[in-house]
């Protein structure tokens, strides 16, 4: 039975623990809003953790007519890497392309049919992908990023790895993120305005009572339960949106979620330069090819319907060869299935728009507001990484008028924590932590920035040596780092520090993540006394 508490309602709880629940998070609390966040596991360990990684329009997304959709990502893109220049970085994105490369009718009517019906299968002609590429240069404005170029690939580094009948690119600009610290620095930045985040809490029920939500709480280890109770309910669960619904709330909704499975796989690095290959396929998708943690390629995405969400996504055997093939159609030297190191997979909870094809389904979101009873429930329906943000200010535009005196935008321009220095200032902050933590290696403090910006000093302390970082777990994780993303960010097992708050799982073998684990689960006990 739930323990009742006489703790004073929250304005605003949060269900779902990915980007767009931890956004909402954080906009609310910064608008002095008492705020809590429930996530059932880790912070971003389903849909959010499981990206291409990329703060990007779209550019395929304007075949669809998604105008809207590509225009706002746009301009989000420089708003959100001048607040977050640690996470993410400017990225240059090389579309190769031969004069084989068109649409299978060839005739003019066959031509402008593949400019206005987006299902025409096979490659882009090269007129309407420079007539994509002006758009995406001047729809969202740019300040930061350059423009598009044509560029050759003979004896240069972005043609060396590719095959000799590619001879020319287009070559575009988007950004690179780190998905999984996205998430965790938004639940920390809400956290330090006044959130309440509780991690591995599972929502059990909710319903509307005196003009509030009571809801009870469970707890996912101990599964001991509590109620709280919240003036508004905002259901972010992503894949789970609608299960909460119908199962937790018990209510209904016209609006539906189409579960979209998308899967990486991860190689070692198959070429040297730091530019991402943006790829074309004779179905008429498209797959990145993109430098990863140093050392490592990452190739990606499916797009395939996930019907059953009670069946943990993994990337399949026919997934991982189709990715396979559809690189090896551009890359000299032949990818096989022994050249995967690592794969990940996740459900996309894409709005159900009703389009027959999954990679047609609308990137956009839906917010749904039901005000029954006074008492509102806002369902958050599909959405993308790139527009985490303008998503949260709206949500928060549709209960201003619960919330009158909350009504302020703020999160435009205000950086994340540890990202308050300048987009160009990486470089410098490396220099700076080498300098004052002499037993650093250039590339250890390289990833300490690049986790943790400006906040790297603050992880490593006042330490003079590497012993002073107390035990060593391999691969540059020392128990400092993970006392730090214990008590900061939320870790709580080995793997949401080796595969979320950082990818150190990609370096580490299986002994050492065991021995981190067991020492997290004694700390973890050590914290809670």
């Known amino acids: 039975m739930a323990n009742k508490t006489a703790k004073k309602p929250y304005d605003v709880f949060v269900v779902g623990g990915g980007i767009n629940g931890c956004g909402i998070a954080r906009d609310a609390a910064g608008r002095n809003l008492s705020v809590a966040l429930a996530e059932m596991n880790d ?5 959010s953790s499981a990206s291409t990684k990329m703060f990007h329009g779209g550019l395929r997304y304007l075949e669809y007519f998604d105008i809207k959709l590509v225009r706002h990502a746009l301009q989000e893109r420089e708003v959100l890497l001048k607040a977050m220049p640690h996470i993410s970085w400017p990225m240059r994105f090389v579309l190769p392309y031969h004069a084989d490369m068109r649409f299978e009718g060839s005739t003019p009517a066959s031509r402008l049919l593949a400019m206005v019906a987006p299902w025409f299968k096979g490659r882009r002609p090269a007129w309407l992908i420079r007539f994509g590429l002006f758009l995406y240069d001047h729809l969202g404005g740019r300040e930061i990023l350059p423009a598009t170029k044509t560029i050759s690939l003979k004896n240069t580094p972005e043609g060396l790895p590719l095959k000799d009948k590619f001879e020319w690119a287009y ?15 938004n639940a920390r930045d809400a956290k330090e305005r006044g959130a309440d985040i509780f991690v591995r809490t599972k929502l059990v029920s909710a319903a509307r009572a005196d003009g509030l939500w009571e809801l009870v709480l469970a707890d996912a280890d101990t599964k001991r339960k509590r109620t709280v109770r919240a003036r508004v309910l905002v259901n972010a669960a992503g894949p789970w949106a609608g299960d909460v619904i119908e199962n937790q709330l018990q209510l209904s909704s016209k609006k539906n979620v189409r579960l979209v499975r998308g ?3 991860v190689t070692e690095r198959l070429f040297e330069h730091d530019k991402c290959y943006f790829f074309q396929g004779l179905d008429g998708r498209i797959i990145f090819a993109i430098p990863y ?11 395939v319907d996930h019907a059953d969400l009670g069946e ?12 396979l093939n559809f690189a090896n ?34 990137r956009d979101y839906v917010l749904d507001l039901d005000e029954g009873a006074n008492t509102p429930l806002l369902s958050v329906f599909g959405g993308k990484i790139t527009t985490y943000r303008v998503l949260a200010e709206e949500a928060l535009e549709k209960l201003s008028a619960y919330f009158p005196s909350g009504s302020e ?33 250039h590339d250890w403090a390289t990833r300490l920035v690049k986790a943790y910006g400006t906040e790297a000093s603050r992880v490593l302390g006042q330490a003079t040596a590497k012993s002073d970082l107390g035990k060593w777990f391999g691969a540059t994780l020392t128990e400092r780092e993970v006392r730090w993303l214990m008590t900061k960010e939320y870790a709580r097992s080995a793997d949401d520090v ?12 299986e002994q050492e993540v065991r021995a981190l684990n067991r020492w997290m689960r004694t700390a973890i006990s050590e914290l809670a006394a």
Not at 43 to 47: E, N, P, Q, V
Not at 312 to 323: G, I, Q
């Open 409 to 441: 935008k703020w999160t435009a321009g205000i950086a994340l924590p540890g990202g308050d220095f300048p987009v160009d200032g990486v470089s410098q902050l490396v220099e700076a932590l080498l300098q004052k933590y002499e037993f650093l290696s």
């Open 43 to 47: 912070l971003g360990s389903a849909t």
């Open 171 to 185: 070559e575009y600009s988007d950004c690179w993120v780190d998905d999984s610290r996205l998430v965790a620095a």
């Open 329 to 362: 159609q551009y890359f000299k030297k032949t990818i096989a299935r022994e050249d995967i190191v690592w794969t990940y997979s996740g459900v996309r909870p894409l709005y159900d728009d009703g389009r027959n094809s999954a990679s047609a389904a609308t």
């Open 498 to 509: 080796v595969w979320r708050r950082s990818k150190l799982g990609l370096l580490l073998n």
């Open 312 to 323: 943990k996504p993994v990337c399949t055997d026919n997934e991982a060869d189709y990715l």
């Open 293 to 303: 943690e140093e050392r490592f390629t990452l190739i990606g995405t499916t797009d």
């Open 263 to 265: 899967s990486h796989i």
